[in-house]
């Protein structure tokens, strides 16, 4: 079981970086790839939020899975909170319990989602981020 959840993990990292390498289109690539991980780590919903070039927030750029209320909510987020600053430098958070955790932004808005727990990401290039993978069940 786990030698295949390896396996899994490892194909959508090689289909994330043929597909980064070969198209030039970044939103459609990052939906392609939140799709792959969605699918990859049995999420219900996903977000992909990149860092704005004026700092401060990071913006929406894919989303799969939530309501267009959801998205319209969080289609800007602050990048100045701790958990993010933690993603951004490269750990990976779980919250298996988002009620229970109550670290998460916006926690009643999430919870009419129908959300309960959370992978967040980093997405880093050669040590660099820019941006945040969130997965939802």
């Known amino acids: 079981?786990?030698?295949?959840?390896?396996?899994?993990e490892l194909a959508l990292l090689l289909r994330i970086s043929s597909l980064l390498v070969s198209t030039r289109d970044?939103?459609?690539?990052l939906s392609v790839a939140l799709d792959a991980a969605i699918e990859t780590f049995n999420a219900d919903a996903g977000?992909?939020?990149?860092?704005?070039?004026?700092?401060?927030?990071?913006?929406?750029?894919?989303?799969?899975?939530?309501?267009?209320?959801?998205?319209?909510?969080f289609a800007q987020i602050?990048?100045?909170?701790?958990?993010?600053?933690?993603?951004?430098?490269g750990d990976v958070i779980?919250?298996?319990?988002?009620?229970?955790?109550?670290?998460?932004?916006n926690l009643d808005r999430i919870?009419?989602?129908?959300?309960?727990g959370l992978i967040s990401v980093g997405l880093l290039f050669r040590k660099d981020a820019f941006?945040?993978?969130?997965?939802?069940?």
């Open 78 to 89: 602050p990048r100045d909170r701790v958990i993010d600053q933690d993603v951004l430098r």
């Open 47 to 73: 977000t992909i939020h990149l860092l704005d070039e004026e700092p401060g927030s990071l913006s929406l750029r894919a989303s799969a899975g939530l309501s267009d209320d959801f998205v319209r909510d």
């Open 131 to 137: 941006g945040i993978m969130r997965l939802y069940t």
């Open 26 to 29: 970044l939103d459609h690539s």
């Open 111 to 116: 919870t009419a989602e129908g959300l309960t």
């Open 94 to 105: 779980c919250v298996p319990d988002l009620a229970l955790d109550g670290s998460a932004l």
């Open 1 to 8: 079981v786990e030698n295949r959840r390896r396996t899994s």
